[in-house]
């Protein structure tokens, strides 16, 4: 049995136009995705494995953030959810 860890971010913790990419991610087929994520139509789920070579590119730098503070804490996701708290280590974007 394997269990995981999520550290629960608020999604205020990514601009709009992030939140419209991962929405546009999640759609894609998991092969052509810079990253792991899903929808959870609240926010989404997003691995917190480094991500190298040309995809890191297309990643936003709150994004890498997040997600670095999440490895950081041992967590193998992020769960971005509407209804979670901001925190101060992270930048927050008005929506």
Not at 66 to 71: F, I, P
Request: glycine fraction near 8%; charged fraction near 20%; hydrophobic fraction near 45%.
């Amino acid at each position: 049995m394997e269990i995981g860890r999520y550290l629960v971010l608020g999604t205020m913790h990514v601009s709009m136009k992030t939140a419209a990419m991962l929405d546009k991610w999640a759609l894609l087929d998991p092969a052509n995705r810079p990253l792991g994520v899903a929808s959870t139509h609240y926010g989404w789920f997003i691995q917190t494995r480094d991500v190298e070579g040309a995809d890191r590119l297309s990643i936003p730098d709150e994004l890498l953030a997040a997600m670095a503070l999440g490895r950081g804490l041992g967590c193998d996701y992020l769960l971005f959810d509407c209804d979670a708290s901001a925190i101060d280590v992270l930048p927050t974007f008005p929506w």
